[in-house]
């Protein structure tokens, strides 16, 4: 391959990293001229910061630009590998640095790993100017990290590469000297689709299954690599290569995609993220339970029906298992999606909670209490009380129900769609007779 010997065993992606804005692929909504990342960059002022994007969009690569941009030494951190001698040791030679008159970069890649308390560690280094910090996470820093970090570092938000981005990458291993310009690659329009494709929005996957099918193709002479369709189909056989986290912002964000595309009443769009759900590993279950919400948050009264299936689908899915089990989920996200929407229900709940909250506990009414003991008898418990079912038209009108002190609320508004405007006619006639009763 390209370059020295020596530099031949480096991985692809570390030989093709850019090393000038010029050579950056993508981002371009944060290193266009004139944008605070690319002006940062070519200016050289340095500050804290936080890197938060998907793997493979360039966050060590835009570290260590930016540390050679302003002639300061590069220290990087793995949360995952570091332990506290390691840190205290890159810590020290900061501090030598900072004596010296020498600016250092400190680089924790993968931050959200560190602890509240790890992360808490870093801030008087940053306090003090012994150390400039960057942080590199692929998970919502309004989660992951101290609000005290973050009050002291800018974060900028980096995205999955596009196609044309990738389309680029590959030209760019083709091209580069430390990537493939030395061999003869024949690579057809097919295996390049599906090549960005398989990457997602990576740039480090697109590299490495590249390097891979180079590997395999290349003939005796080293010289010259022709990749077959047939070679290609083998190296990207390998699964589902969607981003997918059952506890990371991609579950939240796809779920939460789910949730309101079936609000929304579009049940091919929710068809299209149960699968991408499905297709990234996610536990049919936790699609199950999240349908069984959706029937009682956004449909409600106005299907009840909707609650029903969600529920079947769910033990369908428990009893069939995967894949089988999975048409049932789609088979009740497109009748939620199709169903008529009521919140109803579930603003008369909040409503009941807070004001269950907030008035304590009053007294049950002495009419509403049971009384299945003589004594209770004797204090008056359900004295008074009106029996619904001998009253007409099984209605005790006037009657309240609510604590004496309280005045009695309207939580539950139907909505004039599906069977609530039934319900909302029969609870208009309930409280008439309320009004001829008084």
């Known amino acids: 391959m390209g370059g020295s010997e020596n530099q031949r065993f480096r991985p ?11 050579d950056f692929i993508g981002q371009r909504h944060l290193l266009a001229p004139g944008k605070p990342l690319h002006d940062a960059i070519s200016g050289g002022h340095l500050h ?46 900061a501090r030598i640095n900072h004596e010296r008159g020498e600016a250092t970069i400190l680089f924790v890649d993968e931050v959200h790993r560190f602890n509240k308390a790890q992360q808490d ?35 900028y938000v980096l995205k999955s590469l596009n196609q044309e981005d990738l389309r680029q990458v590959i030209e760019r291993a083709l091209e ?40 395999l193709a290349l003939d005796d002479t080293g010289k010259k690599a022709r990749i077959e369709e047939g070679l290609a189909r083998d190296v990207l056989s390998g699964g589902s290569v969607r981003r997918f986290d059952r506890q990371g912002d ?3 964000d796809q779920i939460s995609a789910l949730h309101k595309t079936i609000r929304g009443s579009d049940p091919d769009a929710a068809l299209y993220w149960l699968c991408r759900m499905l297709d990234g590993g996610c536990d049919p ?8 919400r959706i029937a009682s948050e956004d449909i409600g009264n106005a299907d009840p029906r909707a609650l029903q299936l969600a529920l079947n ?56 209490r049971n009384a299945p003991t003589r004594l209770m008898k004797e204090l008056g418990y359900g004295k008074r009380y009106r029996y619904a079912h001998d009253e007409p038209e099984a209605y005790a009108a006037g009657e309240c ?38």
């Open 48 to 93: 804290s910061m936080i890197l938060w994007g998907p793997p493979g969009t360039g966050k060590t690569t835009l570290a260590r630009m930016i540390a050679k941009s302003v002639n300061a030494q590069f220290i990087p951190l793995s949360a995952v590998l570091s332990n506290i001698k390691e840190i205290r040791e890159k810590i020290g030679q």
């Open 313 to 368: 689908a769910w033990e369908a899915q428990e009893r069939l298992g995967s894949p089988e089990g999975e048409l049932s989920l789609a088979q009740a996200a497109v009748y939620l999606a199709c169903a008529p929407k009521s919140n109803a229900v579930y603003r008369a709940f909040q409503a009941a909670q807070r004001d269950a909250a907030a008035t304590g506990s009053l007294e049950v009414p002495i009419h509403l």
């Open 12 to 22: 692809l992606a570390d030989r093709l990293r850019p090393r000038t804005l010029t």
């Open 285 to 292: 279950f936790c699609i199950a339970r999240r349908l069984v």
């Open 176 to 215: 580069h000297p430390e990537g493939f310009a030395g061999i003869d690659v024949e690579i057809g329009d097919p295996v390049r689709h599906w090549l960005v494709e398989a990457a997602d929005g990576d740039a480090r996957r697109l590299l490495n299954l590249l390097e891979v099918m180079v590997d």
């Open 250 to 252: 991609d579950f939240y």
């Open 121 to 155: 560690a870093f801030l008087p280094h940053i306090e003090n100017g012994i150390i400039h910090f960057v942080g590199a996470t692929t998970e919502n820093p309004s989660f992951a990290l101290n609000n005290a970090l973050l009050s002291r570092a800018r974060v």
């Open 401 to 438: 129900y609510f604590p004496e002190t309280m005045k009695p609320v309207r939580y539950y508004c139907p909505v004039d769609r599906g069977l609530e405007i039934k319900i909302a006619a029969k609870l208009a006639h309930l409280r008439a007779l309320d009004e001829r009763g008084k």
